[in-house]
């Protein structure tokens, strides 16, 4: 059973334009939502991350917006650029020392 | 801060020969460091968890004699693949964080892209 949902599995959308992913989870005891960019022969970095007591957070470009009610949250890329291509993963924890679950990723490509 | 590296960063090597990864946190302690294995075009999966002192817990399916697994400092955690086979050719990722941190980052290395013949 798939514990965060993520959509859609691939995204094409013109530079400057503001691709939206999706990811859905279940199990409510999830306190940690960070996104991760991940580059083909590259290790994921981390994007930017909220907390369910936060509806909305913004680092530059990136917004995660988030929908304690619907279990949902997304990441929003304002004025995309060639240079946001690549491989996008959410995820969720539950709180303490424990690992991330991943959501099945969706890979971006930004077209000039 | 907050950087992983990881050792080497691609290897080939011959059927029944065995492999040692390293992953060091470099600016950061990390009390827990997870071991990931990604195929191409797929996700993350979770192959073990290891906390600094502590034997690794590993995922179902995970063979625990092949894959093994040390995290013996704050700093470092190998992984040595066991008489490896070309099934086990993949691109191994570790990752730390410092569970002391409430609602602290985890981060991730640079990969590792093991090849079999």
């Known amino acids: 059973q798939q514990q965060v949902k993520q959509s859609p599995q691939s995204l094409i959308v013109q530079k400057g334009g503001i691709p939206i992913i999706n990811c859905a989870y279940e199990?409510?005891?999830?306190?940690?939502f960070p996104w991760y960019q991940q580059f083909p022969g590259k290790g994921p970095a981390l994007l930017i991350a909220?907390?369910?007591?936060?509806s909305e957070k913004k680092e530059g470009r990136f917004t995660i917006s988030f929908n304690k009610s619907a279990k949902q949250f997304s990441l929003h890329i304002m004025d995309s650029q060639p240079g946001d291509s690549a491989t996008y993963f959410c995820a969720a924890r539950y709180s303490g020392n424990t690992p991330l679950v991943f959501g099945k990723g969706t890979r971006l490509s930004v077209i000039a | 801060g907050a950087v992983v590296s990881q050792h080497p960063s691609w290897v080939i090597c011959k059927s029944g020969t065995s492999v040692k990864i390293e992953c060091r946190s470099l600016d950061f302690q990390a009390t827990t460091m997870f071991w990931y294995r990604q195929f191409p075009k797929q996700s993350l999966m979770l192959m073990a968890t290891s906390n600094e002192g502590s034997k690794a817990t590993y995922e179902q399916g995970v063979e625990k004699d092949k894959f093994l697994i040390n995290h013996a400092s704050l700093t470092l955690s190998t992984l040595t693949v066991t008489s490896a086979h070309p099934e086990d050719s993949s691109f191994y990722i570790c990752?730390?964080?410092?569970?002391?941190?409430?609602?602290?980052?985890?981060?991730f290395g640079p990969g590792t892209r093991l090849t079999v013949l």
């Open positions: 909220i907390r369910p007591d936060v």
């Open positions: 990752s730390a964080r410092d569970g002391r941190i409430a609602g602290g980052g985890q981060f």
């Open positions: 199990n409510t005891a999830f306190d940690y």
